[in-house]
């Protein structure tokens, strides 16, 4: 089994639509991420989290919002999905700031 | 804002050949990191070097760390066709929350 977890894999929504993106992990690392990935720009992080209470904004948190249930999930909430938003989504965790970081596989949203 | 750039952008090669990809930034790190990526999957982390100076092989990879900790190069020697992915360097600081990731070669490894 994967150690960091991401459904859905793929997803096709609409425009105005509310979506959201799980992680769970079992490596028991305390930090978590989320990025997206667009060609051309490499990775950007939206959020991180460095425990369930504290959450933070990353380069590009505009109209995204997440959810720290417990120590080894983070959820990603689309408010209302726009085409812009189009992209493959990450998580990753690691054990403390600034070390190697541990990927899921990967969601790919298209919002049309 | 610190930058990490890759170069080259995109690199194919016929299989046999050695090649060598760039990361440079004008920051100073406390890490640098390697990931490859494959189609479909998240990246992996393939070594870290921490120290200026540093030179780390794995089997036909061998990266190096700038000795002042600003640059980093991937050489891989006798590419194989499993070689192909995203190479991706990131930084990291000791008093940073976040990894600065370049934006990655892309390597195409022809058989």
């Known amino acids: 089994d994967a150690d960091v977890t991401q459904t859905p894999r793929n997803r096709i929504t609409k425009t105005g639509k509310r979506i959201m993106l799980e992680c769970s992990q079992t490596?028991?690392?305390?930090?978590m991420y989320w990025y997206r990935q667009d060609p051309g720009l490499g990775l950007r992080l939206i959020y991180y989290s460095f425990d369930v209470k504290d959450i933070n904004k990353g380069e590009i948190s505009d109209g995204y919002s997440v959810s720290r249930q417990a120590q080894a999930k983070f959820s990603l909430s689309l408010e209302s999905a726009i085409p812009n938003q189009t992209a493959l989504y990450f998580c990753?965790?690691?054990?403390?700031?600034?070390?190697?970081?541990?990927f899921g596989d990967g969601t790919r949203l298209s919002i049309l | 804002t610190q930058l990490l750039e890759q170069s080259p952008q995109f690199l194919s090669i016929q299989e046999g050949e050695n090649l060598t990809v760039y990361c440079n930034s004008s920051?100073?790190?406390?890490?640098l990191q390697w990931y490859r990526q494959e189609p479909g999957e998240g990246p992996v982390l393939l070594v870290t070097v921490v120290t200026g100076g540093e030179v780390k092989k794995l089997k036909r990879l061998t990266f190096q760390f700038g000795d002042a900790r600003k640059d980093s190069s991937l050489h891989i020697t006798a590419a194989q066709p499993g070689d192909t992915g995203l190479y991706l360097c990131a930084g990291g600081k000791n008093s940073n929350y976040k990894l600065t990731f370049g934006k990655g070669t892309l390597l195409t490894v022809n058989p």
């Open positions: 490596k028991g690392h305390d930090r």
């Open positions: 990753a965790t690691s054990d403390y700031v600034g070390q190697p970081q541990h």
């Open positions: 920051s100073v790190f406390s890490s």
